[in-house]
């Protein structure tokens, strides 16, 4: 059995886990954290969450050795993000997919998961890691089109030169083809992809167009410090036509926005939500 690597670290630093707390206001009612490991989210006091991983604890601990003295939080449903079919159809309030997508060698299919879970308005909370301040720095970024043809055609066929290009760039070993093969047959969950924020957001507006997904960007929280390693969105399920970013790129949305639309979400996550939703759609076309 070959030995695990080491767990490259992806813990948020100080002003990271202050952007988490102030982007998981969005977070209210029951919902789910994929792959929450030993990091999970803090939530607010009227967010329920229930703990879904591949793999059951023991065998978790046993790829992550150097984590034997962490609490992890309890895989409460077995599944993954791409076979999410222990939940019903839009029974779900929020998803948190916090450093899971790149994880992820069909993450399309992972988005149509948790479009399919999601109540209508609901919040998607995503958090992925800027590459550019991150162990990922010599790895080329995902192409477009690579990702559209594994939602397509399967990820299988390329699965071993993700682990080969992961051996390269990021574990720098000088045997690169043997521990490439040492990482598939454990199956170790690696950054198959790497996004910048704008790369994601284009990712996103594509994987709309082709799985017929319908988010709109409510936040946006990008690195805020030279330490800060990871940019967050909040998604809800909801038809828009195009996601963007802030205009400047730079300035997090969620620090201004945030009040305004976490009032507006919960509005049209009540009752009187769908009586709203036309006005709510002239409103934003007559001003966008």
């Known amino acids: 059995m070959p030995s695990p690597p080491r767990l490259c670290d992806e813990s948020p630093h100080p002003s990271g886990a202050t952007k988490r707390q102030r982007l998981a206001r969005w977070l209210h009612g029951n919902g789910i ?10 939530v607010p006091r009227t967010a329920h969450v229930t703990y879904v991983d591949r793999l059951p ?26 076979d999410l079919s222990a939940f019903r159809d839009g029974t779900i309030d929020f998803v948190i997919a916090n450093h899971l997508l790149e994880h992820l060698e069909d993450p399309i299919r ?19 890691p800027d590459p550019r301040i991150s162990f990922d720095r010599d790895r080329q970024l995902t192409a477009l089109e690579h990702l559209l043809d594994e939602y397509r055609q399967g990820p299988a ?42 790369t994601f957001l284009e990712f996103l507006q594509a994987a709309k167009r082709e799985a017929g997904l319908e988010f709109e960007l409510a936040a946006y929280a990008p690195p805020e410090s030279p330490d800060d390693n990871e940019f967050i969105l909040i ?3 909801g038809d828009s036509a195009e996601l963007r970013l802030p205009q400047n790129g730079l300035q997090p ?23 709203l939703r ?11």
């Not at 036309?278 to 966008?288: Q, S």
């Open 57 to 82: 604890e023991p065998v978790l601990r046993s790829h992550y050795p150097e984590l034997s003295s962490e609490a992890f939080a309890p895989v409460e449903v077995l599944g993954t993000a791409e």
């Open 33 to 42: 954290e994929i792959g929450a490991l030993h990091r999970p989210l803090d």
């Open 235 to 237: 998604l809800l399920k």
């Open 157 to 198: 066929a390329n699965r071993k030169a993700h682990y080969l290009d992961w051996a390269i760039n990021v574990d720098k070993d000088p045997q690169a083809e043997r521990r490439a093969r040492q990482l598939d047959e454990m199956d170790y969950s690696i950054h198959f992809h790497v996004w910048r924020p704008d």
């Open 278 to 288: 036309p006005i709510y759609r002239f409103v934003r076309g007559r001003f966008r």
């Open 253 to 275: 949305a969620g620090a201004a926005a945030s009040p305004w639309q976490a009032v507006r979400s919960r509005v049209k996550r009540s009752p009187v939500g769908p009586v």
């Open 110 to 128: 992972a988005l149509t998961e948790f479009h399919r879970v999601l109540r209508r308005d609901g919040v998607l909370y995503l958090a992925l």
